[in-house]
């Protein structure tokens, strides 16, 4: 359902495309760069479409680094996200990039300052080392497919082919996010712009794995667990910071 849901989201993302970019000939054509920061989540860059003196579109990559790399988990504990859940999400949080597309609609009489936008945004982590006992303190006393820890469960018989390291994890997830922007205009090919904005977690994955165990009941709970965490507590306030420099008016 949550693909779906997605996918759905995504075309008509792509049917929004289409309508303006039919509608484009009729328009002052203007183009440039974005470059900022959504504190205190991601660094940002992207180029940037102006359809019309209110609509514009631009579509970008994002990266979650230092000293970003845990914000995303302590908001989450900040609203009551169960720690030892979180802990394991921290892991995956070191470093990630995604892709952020959204859409602006401009207004108010003086130089059409102020705006208000909608984005799509998708983060990837890639694969972190696990300590074992991070997992274990989750998932304390449940014994999950028969293992009361993970080192309680089956080993490979071709573990030792394999690299020491017992446990990675990594993460994705998609976002919805709402801003109110305003525009300080410099020279005539730079701004700067203002935002404050709110996005909210829609779908996440996260996959737990060994080559040295067979750890498929534990990888199912915890994508199970995050995937609930995230959806529960994934709101995320952010203040954005851009510079703007025009490549075509």
């Known amino acids: 359902m949550k693909r779906i849901n997605i996918l759905l989201l995504s075309v008509i993302i792509l049917l929004l495309n289409m309508l303006f970019t039919n509608n484009v000939n009729a328009q002052r054509i203007e183009q440039g760069l974005r470059v900022g920061v959504k504190l205190p989540y991601t660094y940002d860059i992207s180029y940037y479409h102006k359809f019309s003196t209110r609509i514009r579109m631009y579509f970008g990559t994002q990266i979650v680094t230092a000293p970003f790399s845990g914000t995303v988990t302590n908001v989450m504990d900040m609203y009551g996200a169960n720690p030892n859940m979180t802990a394991i999400l921290r892991e995956s949080m070191g470093f990630g990039i ?18 208000i936008g909608l984005s799509i945004q998708w983060m990837w982590l890639p694969k972190q080392d696990i300590e074992d006992q991070v997992v274990d303190a989750a998932f304390a006393d449940d014994g999950i497919g028969g293992c009361s820890t993970l080192e309680d469960c089956p080993i490979n018989p071709m573990h030792h082919l394999y690299d020491a390291k017992k446990l990675t994890i990594n993460t994705n997830y998609v976002n919805i ?7 300080i205009f410099l020279r005539s090919k730079n701004q ?4 404050g904005a709110i996005a909210k977690t829609i779908a996440s994955r996260h996959y737990l794995y060994s080559e040295y165990r067979y750890i498929s ?3 199912e709970r915890t994508n199970e667990g995050l995937q609930d965490i995230m959806l529960k507590y994934g709101w995320f306030p952010s203040i954005n910071v851009y510079y703007i420099y025009k490549l075509r008016l």
């Not at 995604?98 to 705006?115: A, C, P, V």
């Not at 700067?192 to 935002?195: A, K, N, P, V």
């Open 98 to 115: 995604g892709l952020d597309h959204g859409w602006q609609y401009h207004f108010g009489k003086d130089r059409r300052r102020y705006y």
């Open 177 to 183: 996010s709402f801003a109110f922007g305003y525009t």
């Open 192 to 195: 700067i712009r203002l935002e």
């Open 217 to 219: 009941p534990f990888t």
